[in-house]
């Protein structure tokens, strides 16, 4: 072999390790522009399964004290945890304008139709890190959806079914968003479901955090709770825990403006135009 081919092959060898090392520079960048490290691990139960969520819960005792309650009023006295399963595409026949999945192809439900004074508890702690922040406003954002569908048997309100969702700064113990309510409870907009059944519609929360936020840990907390007295259901789905937007809810009503094809603008228009026509004839005559 000549030099002259040899150092055709060392060049050779040089542009094609060139190339390689341009190909792993630029998956590299690719990495760093993706926010891989997002808050919250299967926050939108795309696994098909509870992968980095911890479930317990237990049965029902009823609501300490009086109302108004919140999350100091929950007991649960420890067990087996309550049912969980993940959803896919269904209808659900006690909530018929709840479509599901919420967010991607799998949303989770907490508790079931089934009495038993059963609970189930779901809750994940993660940290805030720079990947949270929206750069619409420079903070970190934590999102998701949640919507309770319940039984209203018309118990005592400390014996109803009730859902409960938080989000906790560890840092202070802090609660930066929560909210409860029992099935039936007087000021919530309930939608009827089938029967007895009380529903919402999802609800999308965006809970903004300070700044300071960052590197610490938050704890997230969805509890669905049947009636205490054993005999009535109620369950909540959750979805797109994360700091991403929680894109609106697939076939829900959006109010937008009203279409000109809608029959009623359709009528009003042939009307004006009748009205022009009549004016433009009588002018003419
Ligand atoms: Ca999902």
Redesign the pocket.
Known sequence: MSTHLHARKRAAGIRSRRRLGMIVLSAALTLAATPALAIFSNG???QNDFSGWTLSGGTNPGLLGSEPFNSASIQIIPGSAGPATIVGQIADPLAPTIVL????????KLNDEGGGALVTRLVQTDTVSNADIDSSDGLPHIRFAFAPVMDDPAHAPNEQPYFYVSVKNLADNSILFEQFAYSGQPGVNYLNGAGSWKYLEFQNVDVVLPLSAIGQQIELTAIAADCSLGGHGGYVYV??FGSANVPPPAGAPVITEVPVNQPAILALLALLLGVAAWRGNRARA
């Open positions: 939108g139960f795309e999945p919420r967010v991607g192809q799998h949303t989770a979805d797109g």
